[in-house]
């Protein structure tokens, strides 16, 4: 039968409070773990999310966790490639005398019922469709995913999200007491291994030799560097 617990089984919204608590009619408060789904690629969770449309769940608040590279609507952020985290905090910051005005509409986004009553999002959504609505209301749709997390059920994200503990810390993601589940858990040894991997080309190695042998004689940090050279050198 259905769940007669968790706030799935009458699409009621959860709590701000982000322990995910509910108060009982006692007043004491429950918690009510969150579910989180971890999928290799962003296009699956585009799947996973077309498939909860067609369950007796497709209304329960849900949030989707991505990079940048997904969400942002800003045109010269979005349009410029590789850098896209390093502009986006220099407008936050207000650098050069610009702020990001999307960012100042987050609000506009940022809550379940909102997105429920005013823009007729009332089933499932991906991705694509919060971006699309971020751009007609000029609102950030990658902080406004970020906000929704606090009120959701369940959050979907890439496997790294979860493994990273610099991106858990970064996105404020706490996993204990919550449910996490882990779509085709057989990748997550590769998607360990490319997260902590990196290319070097024999250029860079080359140059950061020479930069270390200037460092070594010139007595800068000799103690620290000369291990690096030496490993630069067993490199080349």
Known sequence: GPCTECSCSSGKETSKDTSNAKKKENGERTFIPKIFFGTRTHKQITQITRELKRTAYSSVPMTILSSRDYTCIHPAVSSSGSNRNEMCVELLEGKNG???????????????????????????????????????????????????????????????????????????????????????????????????????????????REELDSMVNSNIRQKNHEPLRAVCCSLI
């Open 98 to 208: 610009k702020s990001c005005l999307y960012y100042h509409g987050v609000h506009k986004l940022s809550e379940h019922h909102a997105l429920k009553s005013a823009h007729r999002m009332y089933q499932a959504w991906d991705i694509e469709d919060l971006v699309r609505l971020g751009k007609k209301l000029r609102a950030c749709a990658y902080f406004a995913a970020r906000e929704l997390m606090v009120g959701a059920d369940i959050v979907f994200c890439p496997y790294n999200y979860l493994l990273d503990p610099q991106i858990r810390e970064s996105m404020e993601i706490n996993l204990k007491g919550q449910v996490v589940i882990l779509d085709e858990a057989h990748n997550i040894e590769d998607c360990a291994r490319e997260s902590v991997s990196f290319s070097v080309t024999e250029s860079q190695l080359r140059a950061a």
